[in-house]
T-cell receptor, first 113, second 114 residues
Framework: DAMVIQNPRYQVTQFGKPVTLSCSQT?????MYWYQQKSSQAPKLLFH???????NEADTPDNFQSRRPNTSFCFLDIRSPGLGDAAMYLC????????????FGPGTRLTVL | AQSVSQHNHHVILSEAASLELGCNYS??????LFWYVQYPGQHLQLLLK??????LVKGIKGFEAEFIKSKFSFNLRKPSVQWSDTAEYFC????????????FGAGTRLAVHP
């Protein structure tokens, strides 16, 4: 089945220690998104890639970066995690940038000690 | 700025009861509207969407939603819930003609008791 895969499902890191979350997709979609979802809150878009074109949301902290080395993979890098970065991180894809269905991965729950 | 409000954070129903989950959005232009569902331990998946046309939209598993433009609402309904409908439900919008940025509500946790 075509899908969006996130690894790991659970990640524990220490305060200030860089961490990378991974997302891959077999849908061959052009767009990949990263959302942050804190406890009992709405998922919030951090940034997205349209092909190799990176698009950052205006209020995304500089501490968050992303890489997309090819169509299938996208990474979320948190350079210096703080306690406030503990959250569920959701990866999603869509065929194109125009409004349409997004397909989500299961998420990675990040704990910062 | 766009925002989405879901009025009920937790809903508890018995099987066969009717369901209505409220969703209101704030945006001055034309929007596309979505309901996503997250079953326990699973990923978010699309339940239904509205882009244009008939404001009554039918989705999977017997769900439907009605877009009422004058009320900025897109409420989700199901006439008779089942235990398997236990999940978290998210309403989301994006600006028609814009890029595919979803603005989500905070979600409603539905528990259906047998």
């Amino acid at each position: 089945d075509a899908m969006v895969i996130q690894n790991p499902r659970y990640q524990v890191t220490q305060f200030g220690k860089p961490v990378t979350l991974s997302c891959s997709q077999t849908l061959n979609h052009n767009v990949m998104y990263w959302y942050q979802q804190k406890s009992s809150q709405a998922p919030k878009l951090l940034f997205h890639y349209y092909d190799k074109d990176f698009n950052n949301e205006a209020d995304t902290p500089d501490n968050f970066q992303s890489r997309r080395p090819n169509t299938s993979f996208c990474f979320l890098d948190i350079r210096s995690p703080g306690l406030g970065d503990a959250a569920m991180y959701l990866c999603a894809t869509s065929r194109d940038r125009a409004p349409d269905t997004q397909y989500f991965g299961p998420g990675t729950r990040l704990t910062v000690l | 700025a766009q925002s989405v409000s879901q009025h009920n954070h937790h809903v508890i129903l018995s099987e066969a009861a009717s369901l209505e989950l409220g969703c209101n959005y704030s945006y001055g232009g034309t929007v596309n509207l979505f309901w996503y569902v997250q079953y326990p331990g699973q990923h978010l998946q699309l339940l239904l969407k509205y882009f244009s046309g008939d404001p009554l939209v039918k989705g999977i598993k017997g769900f439907e939603a009605e877009f009422i433009k004058s009320k900025f609402s897109f409420n989700l309904r199901k006439p008779s819930v089942q235990w398997s409908d236990t999940a978290e439900y998210f309403c989301a919008v994006n600006a028609a003609g814009g890029y595919n940025k979803l603005i989500f509500g905070a979600g409603t946790r539905l528990a259906v008791h047998p």
